[in-house]
């Protein structure tokens, strides 16, 4: 499949697309005609910066992906974390609200939006699988609106941990691809607060920990109660 380049202005990371791998997928099984190209981001790359345009959808298929917006005073507020199978970019005007950086060397699928919004005007279950995914977006911004406005900083690091174990499939057991650092910024938290939580949750016998990102939930009900 030939790709167009990309046109860049000055605050722009260069796409280089000879650097794509040379396989593709399609975004949904009803519409094969949509067909995504991977791309791989190291450790911290840029994928998308902050009110640049929205050619794409995203999907990532290893690796994981932070979206965050750089306070004027400097802090960092990330918006969410995105693991393998899900999609982000899904912004609905023509620019991101946010930027988007891989949290670990990733592959993520980009599929066209131009291309896709002229499928869903004459695929109507296209339409509703991107209707779907676009309301999951909004469910979980009102969820982290709420944890980060009425949640103790215990309560926080219960949910999230709730929500990872979620994103795996609900076993209990789980890798963080994510530092502390961007946990912290994830939950409004200082970095010596994430660190003290995960201390106290071990003291309270809900989890375990091997080394600093390997995680074993021991009390999932008693996490599942807390960041309720």
């Known amino acids: 499949m030939f790709v167009q380049p990309i046109e860049t202005t000055s605050n722009q990371p260069i796409v280089d697309w000879r650097d794509f791998a040379p396989c593709a997928a399609p975004l949904f099984a009803c519409a094969p005609e949509v067909v995504g190209t991977s791309f791989n981001y190291v450790r911290d790359e840029e994928?998308?910066?902050?009110?640049?345009?929205?050619?794409?959808?995203?999907?990532?298929?290893?690796?994981?992906?932070?979206?965050?917006?750089?306070m004027r005073d400097g802090r960092r507020q990330i918006g969410r974390f995105y693991l393998p199978g899900e999609f982000?970019?899904?912004?609905?005007?023509?620019?991101?609200?946010?930027?988007?950086?891989?949290v670990a060397d990733s592959k993520i699928f980009l599929f066209k939006r131009r291309q896709i919004e002229a499928m869903a005007q004459r695929n109507m279950e296209a339409a509703r699988e991107m209707w779907l995914m676009t309301a999951d977006h909004l469910r979980h911004a009102e969820d982290h609106l709420l944890l980060l406005g009425r949640k103790t900083a215990l309560e926080r690091l219960a949910a999230f941990l709730i929500?990872?174990?979620?994103?795996?499939?609900?076993?209990?057991?789980?890798?963080?691809?994510?530092?502390?650092?961007?946990?912290?910024?994830?939950?409004?938290?200082?970095?010596?607060?994430?660190?003290?939580?995960?201390?106290?949750?071990?003291?309270?016998?809900?989890?375990?920990?091997?080394?600093?990102?390997?995680?074993?939930?021991?009390?999932?009900a008693f996490l599942g109660a807390m960041g309720a």
């Open 47 to 70: 994928i998308y910066g902050e009110r640049e345009d929205t050619q794409f959808i995203y999907k990532v298929i290893s690796g994981a992906v932070r979206t965050s917006k750089i």
């Open 88 to 102: 982000f970019g899904l912004e609905l005007g023509k620019q991101h609200n946010l930027s988007a950086e891989a």
């Open 163 to 220: 929500e990872m174990d979620m994103s795996h499939g609900n076993c209990g057991l789980f890798e963080l691809p994510m530092s502390r650092r961007d946990i912290a910024d994830y939950l409004g938290l200082t970095l010596e607060t994430v660190s003290r939580g995960f201390s106290e949750l071990q003291k309270k016998q809900a989890l375990e920990l091997d080394g600093a990102r390997h995680v074993v939930l021991r009390n999932r």
